[in-house]
């Protein structure tokens, strides 16, 4: 598939319809690809964005009326509703995102999944009853919809990011108005028919596509009550300078290592070190960024990883069923990698595969999958979220040097540690600081009832996307008393 169904929807989706924006302009979508203009979709303004939350708040304020269990049958209708153009949704966003089509394929039916896993979540957001020190008072807290939600999604994982705060957000009487990045746009506006056909009320979801400048507008906006964000610290850390005290949930950028110690499985760890590298290009927060080896099986691990890489990564046309590895995603994430592995030579790393740009594509965003050893703490590759299929390994004295140089970091997001003893599992998981600790599995391991959200103090942000977590977080506690004496 190299060109776009004749159905693709280009325009804002606003109020249950589909709509020009207000500002009259276009722009342009090119595939990572093919390196072709795929399409030329609606740039939403001011006015758009007015007019999407005034009819959010009035929908809402009905659908949190309708009851949670009529708002479960919508949710699961969308799920039911998804399934059905599976094929569809993920060849669209592997034309706009670049990814593998048997990964496009796992993220829509993992979005699929989410509206029937949050509208079974909801039917039992439970409250409870609070003894009161006062004999005539009875006391109880239950959950409230905190109201419109303005959300901004990244575009590593386009539609699947959509539903992780939509599901929720929906099931629980919540309103939504996404911002989905104006370059991967198509599978979430495609997706909205979806909604149409699950009879979800006209307002209660908008999808602009737009620019970091409309971000700011729909956070900033004061019928916006609350924020969801997925994307990077720094974008993170500027939006909720703009959100002030408004209600927020961030996951932000990831640096998570993989520990790897002596009594480790080598061959698992490599395997799994190298999986969660390339995965989706490495353009995902919870990518193997830093592998962290015990010295005693560095020189066994790393012949391991060689070995698995070049025989299991495949870079090519995404389409093509026997390929793993598709383009990056635009020309930052590839400069970036050219930044950080310039350095890498420049320092003297070793470069034991890949390197660069790889040629004979019909872009220059096909990027080699690239292993560098000898990588210092100081390095880019080693402060710096890469966000590029390349697995750079640090060397570790013993396991207090592996705990030290894995918490020597800003980002704390998810990590992963590969051991045999117990004992050091559970002290890793009490001692790494990052939101998730996986113990012998890929630092990439993800599962759709899990809480995935940063560690406190670190700059990853706050909340947890996944299961009943993201319904706490889209939710207000509220509590009732009530007088029953005389």
Known sequence: MTTLPAATRTQLFLAGDFVNGSTGEQTDVVSPVTGQVIASIAVPGQADLDRAVEKARTAQKAWRKLGVFERAKVCHRIGDAIEHRVDELARLQTLEQGKPVAESIADIKEAAQLFHLHAEDALRLYGETLPSSDVDKRM??????????????????????????????????????????????????????????????????????????????????????????????????????????????MECSGNGPIVVLEDANIERAAKAAVDSAFYCGGQVCCATERLIVHHRVHDAFVESALA???????????????????????????????????????????????????????????????????????????????????????????????????????????????????????????????????????????????????????????????????????????????????
Request: charged share 15%.
């Open 140 to 249: 109880f807290t239950y959950r409230a919809p905190v109201g419109t939600w303005g959300i901004i999604t990244p575009w590593n994982f386009p539609l699947l990011m959509f539903t992780e705060f939509v599901a929720p957000g929906l099931a629980t009487g919540n309103a939504c108005i996404v911002k989905p990045p104006s370059n991967t746009p198509l599978a979430v506006l495609a997706a909205m028919d979806c909604l149409l056909e699950a009879g979800v009320p006209d307002g209660l979801v908008s999808v602009l596509p737009g620019d970091g400048p409309f971000g700011a507008q729909l956070v900033s906006h004061p019928g916006i009550d609350a924020i969801g964000f997925i994307g990077s610290s720094a974008t993170g850390a500027k939006i909720v300078q703009t959100a002030g005290l408004k209600r927020s949930l």
């Open 308 to 486: 698995y890489a070049s025989s299991h990564v495949v870079l090519g046309d995404p389409f093509d069923a026997s390929v793993n590895l598709g383009p990056l995603n635009n020309e930052g994430v590839a400069a970036k990698m050219d930044r950080h592995l310039d350095e890498a030579r420049r320092l003297g790393f070793d470069v034991l595969l890949g390197g660069g740009r790889a040629a004979g594509h019909p872009t220059d965003l096909y990027y080699d999958f690239t292993i560098v050893d000898g990588v210092s703490e100081a390095s880019l590759l080693s402060q710096e979220e890469s966000f590029g299929p390349v697995l750079p390994i640090l060397t570790a004295k013993d396991d207090d040097d592996a705990l030290r140089i894995a918490n020597a970091d800003r980002l704390g997001l998810q990590s992963a540690v590969f051991t045999e003893s117990l004992s050091k599992a559970y002290r890793f998981i009490e001692e790494l600081e990052t939101g998730q600790v996986i113990v012998n599995d890929s630092n990439g391991w993800w599962d759709i009832n899990m809480p995935f959200g940063g560690a406190g103090g670190k700059g990853t942000g706050w909340g947890r996307i996944g299961g009943m977590y993201t319904l706490h977080d889209m939710t207000d506690l509220r509590t009732g008393a009530i007088h029953v004496g005389s």
